[in-house]
T-cell receptor, first 112, second 113 residues
């Protein structure tokens, strides 16, 4: 079983839709959970990160972590064409220094 | 502006011709790393460095070398490139902390013929 699983998509939605992006993981030691956004031909950029379980909101974006289920989600409200990108989840154990483990990314396409 | 700068952004080369991809960061980050990104395989770590003169292998180090002589620079060296090293390469850096939030460069697309 891969350490972090993420549906590659593409996920196509109309403008204004609520988008749900998800990752599952197997390593119960993961403590930090991040979402990166990657536009075509660009480097990944950090969107949000959370520590342990719970929710975090930033504008139209909400990150949710359920450690008991080993499941994390990113919700995008009122999606815009400019949200079209690949979204990568990433996780780390957070003890001392630990390497980030990335999902393979989900491509999101928001049509006007 | 805080950033990670990679050069060249695009490169076409031939098998066996040594090349170096440079990476520089201006954020005084201790940690630097190289990744390659391939369709269907995602981001895979090649090498990383926790500090000057400290480097270690990632998941796919074969065929690559790195050095960290200065804190801000972390070049990736392909001594004898082969076609299977055709990929999109990213340099990234961070402070060493619990979250280890990486800042990525814009990427270097390498084609080896």
């Amino acid at each position: 079983q891969k350490e972090v699983e993420q549906d590659p998509g593409p996920l196509s939605v109309p403008e204004g839709a609520i988008v749900s992006l998800n990752c599952t993981y197997s390593n119960s030691a993961f403590q930090y959970f991040m979402w990166y956004r990657q536009y075509s031909r660009k480097g990944p950029e950090l969107l949000m990160y959370t520590y342990s379980s719970g929710n975090k909101e930033d504008g139209r974006f909400t990150a949710q972590v359920d450690k008991s289920s080993k499941y994390i989600s990113l919700f995008i409200r009122d999606s815009q064409p400019s949200d079209s990108a690949t979204y990568l989840c990433a996780m780390s154990e957070g003890s001392g220094y630990s390497t980030l483990t990335f999902g393979k990314g989900t491509m999101l396409l928001v049509s006007p | 502006e805080a950033q990670v700068t990679q050069n060249p952004r695009y490169l076409i080369t031939v098998t066996g011709k040594k090349l170096t991809v440079t990476c520089s960061q201006n954020m005084n980050h201790e940690y630097m790393s190289w990744y390659r990104q391939d369709p269907g395989l995602g981001l895979r770590q090649i090498y990383y460095s926790m500090n000057v003169e400290v480097t270690d292998k990632g998941d796919v180090p074969e065929g690559y070398k790195v050095s960290r002589k200065e804190k801000r620079n972390f070049p990736l060296i392909l001594e004898s490139p082969s076609p299977n090293q055709t990929s999109l390469y990213f340099c990234a850096s961070s402070f060493i902390s619990g979250a280890n939030v990486l800042t990525f460069g814009a990427g270097s697309r390498l084609t080896v013929l």
